[in-house]
């Protein structure tokens, strides 16, 4: 199978390109670095800098491409770069295919659990609507709204909202290493704000079981059975790496520090993987605990 990616160098994109290697497929990768792709994302992968040096025919599209939601504060400029990387994006990429004489079958487009805004003590499944119209759901809306279109191409389309990614080589979790390995991580806010997560080896897994279920099409949330408390989660963390995690982050700070971006931190979604369950789809980590001891020796 020849699978084109955008957002191939990002963490799930890596460790999807090391997984469908395996697999045999054939990889092209749609990067603004094309000359890095072959060393991040493994050398018989194809990197390309425009959508018409993709050699065609292409079997199935994988759409990651976008800026990191929570690197810096919201300024309208990064909005707007939040918005181009992932709607502009697949805009891009929607001209490109409906250009194609042979389609390609399936296009896997991103997305997130800020779909739903924040949703407080509210379970979501993905028959669930928005909750809050914040920023972040705005931006997944529009994402998924702007990749459905490919449906009208005769494409099947499925949205992956993704939750909290857990792993070893980047993401959110390397980001807390150093104050929880100081002994200075501990719960934001109240901590009572739901973590949806996920492993590495799930999120790879998840999505390969979509690409292959040729009936699979629409929303899954892509996040593991058992959310946890922000509490739950600092506590947890703290024991996997053998440190104390008391140290509060207080709300106020988060917000005169990071303004917009704080409601991120000290909102959540309680999301399940209905879908995904109903699918057929097996996770390997249900747990928050054994998911962060399988990490445990590369943090």
């Not at 005169?256 to 931190?265: A, R």
Request: hydrophobic share 45%; with cysteine; net charge neutral.
């Amino acid at each position: 199978m020849h699978i084109l990616l955008t957002g191939g160098t990002g963490l799930i994109g890596r460790q999807l390109c090391r997984y469908w290697l395996t697999q045999g497929h054939r990889l092209t990768v749609w990067s603004r670095r094309p000359e890095q792709v072959a060393n991040l994302c493994g050398a018989q992968v194809q990197g390309v800098a425009r959508l018409e040096q993709v050699a065609a025919p292409v079997d199935a599209v994988v759409n990651l491409a976008g800026a990191p939601i929570a690197d810096r504060p919201w300024t309208h400029k990064r909005k707007a770069l939040l918005w181009s990387s992932r709607i502009g994006t697949t805009e891009t990429l929607l001209a490109w295919l409906e250009g194609l004489e042979q389609k390609p079958a399936v296009l896997i487009s991103g997305s997130a659990v800020g779909w739903y805004g924040d949703g407080g003590e509210r379970e979501l499944s993905e028959d669930s609507g928005p909750v809050q119209d914040d920023f972040p759901s705005q931006l997944c809306i529009a994402w998924e709204e702007t990749a459905q279109r490919a449906e009208a191409l005769g494409m099947r389309v499925v949205l992956v909202r993704t939750g909290l990614v857990l792993a070893a080589e980047g993401g959110f979790l390397s980001r807390l290493l150093l104050p929880f390995k100081l002994a200075l991580g501990g719960p934001i806010g109240n901590g009572r704000q739901w973590m949806p997560w996920v492993h590495i080896k799930d999120q790879i897994a998840l999505i390969d079981f979509l690409l292959h279920k040729s009936d699979a099409s629409g929303p899954y949330n892509a996040c593991a059975p058992h959310p946890v408390r922000n509490s739950e989660f600092a506590k947890t963390l703290g024991q996997v790496l053998h440190r104390p995690a008391v140290v509060p982050m207080p709300a106020f700070a988060l917000r005169v520090g990071l303004g917009e971006l704080s409601g991120l931190l000290l909102g959540g979604q309680k999301t399940v993987p209905e879908r995904l369950l109903a699918a057929g789809f097996t996770f390997q980590f249900t747990e928050l605990r054994a998911a962060l001891d399988d990490l445990s020796s590369r943090l």
